[in-house]
C-alpha cells in the first residue's frame, strides 16, 4: 500500500488504552482496540471489529460485526455478526447471520435471522 492508498481508503482505529466516549459513526472497516462507551454506527457496509484488548459498552449498529473481546449493550448487525472464542457478549443481539464459536461467552437475548 502506498501513501495515495491511505488516502482514499475508508480505515479507523481505536487505539489500545485509548477511552472514547460518546457517539461514533464509522465506515469502512475499522478495529477497536481501545475502551468505547456510548453509541457506534457503522455507516453503509461498515465492517466493525472489536479486538481482543477492545471493549464497547452501549449500543453498536452495522453490516457486519465481529467481537473478538467484550461488548455489553445492544447489537443490532444487518448482515453477520461473528462472535469469536474468549469473547464476552452481554445484552441484546438482532442479526441476519449469527456465528458463535466454541469457547465465546454470550449471555444475550437473541433474534437472528
Known sequence: MDIQDFKTTRFNIVGLGTKLTGELHLSGV???????????????EALIVVERTGSVTGSLTATQVEIQGHFEGKLR???????????????????????????????????AG
Do not use: H, M, W
Open 30 to 44: 475499522s478495529s477497536i482496540s481501545g475502551e468505547v462507551r456510548g453509541d457506534v454506527f457503522g455507516e453503509a
Open 77 to 111: 448487525v444487518s448482515g453477520t455478526l461473528t462472535i469469536k472464542a474468549g469473547s464476552r457478549v452481554r445484552g441484546e443481539i438482532s442479526a441476519g447471520q449469527l456465528v458463535i464459536y466454541p469457547g465465546a461467552s454470550v449471555d444475550s437475548e437473541c433474534n
